[in-house]
């Protein structure tokens, strides 16, 4: 089940052979990630163009909201989703330098200029199709790493820049 941007279901199939589910994506919404592709490229937009990343979050989580959250917090969520972008769109760039190698940073404003729309990751699965398979999230689907012993692999949450509080 998704929850986000409102509740849908995601087919999911059980293949035997490899004792894992085959989930069927529809082509809008992020992989591994709550949302939908649309909604994390405005992120990455509203970054470009905000000035500074306290800007974008103020604008894109705001603090009257109703699941509003910190602007810390908030801001987390933002550079997120930048970087995110930036590191697909540089292998998107590499992975097709006769279409989009150019000297231009890897940016969305200059992926929709040169695409012609203003819904790139959702243009960008269908023309990396062939490389979905190895391409990370929230676009590609690479599943997650299974170590020898049966558990899924990843990296620790970051703690966070705080220390904990003494006495607590």
Do not use: N
Request: proline fraction near 9%.
């Amino acid at each position: 089940m998704r929850k986000v941007p409102a509740v849908a279901y995601v087919t999911r199939y059980y293949c035997r052979e490899s004792h894992t589910t085959i989930g069927l994506l529809p082509d809008f919404y992020a992989s591994r990630m709550p949302g939908t592709l649309d909604m994390i490229e405005e992120a990455a937009a509203k970054a470009e163009t905000a000035g500074s990343l306290e800007k974008a979050a103020d604008e894109l989580r705001p603090a009257d909201a109703p699941d509003a959250v910190t602007l810390a917090t908030a801001v987390v969520w933002v550079r997120l989703r930048v970087m995110i972008v930036r590191a697909l769109l540089t292998t998107v760039k590499g992975l097709m330098p006769e279409r989009f190698g150019d000297d231009e940073p890897p940016r969305i404003s200059a992926f929709r200029r040169r695409l012609g729309t203003l819904r790139v990751l959702v243009a960008l699965r269908a023309i990396c199709e062939r490389y979905l398979h190895r391409l990370p999230a929230p676009l590609g689907l690479v599943p997650r790493l299974v170590t020898a012993s049966g558990r899924q692999a990843g990296r620790a949450q970051s703690t966070g820049p705080d220390p904990p509080t003494p006495g607590r």
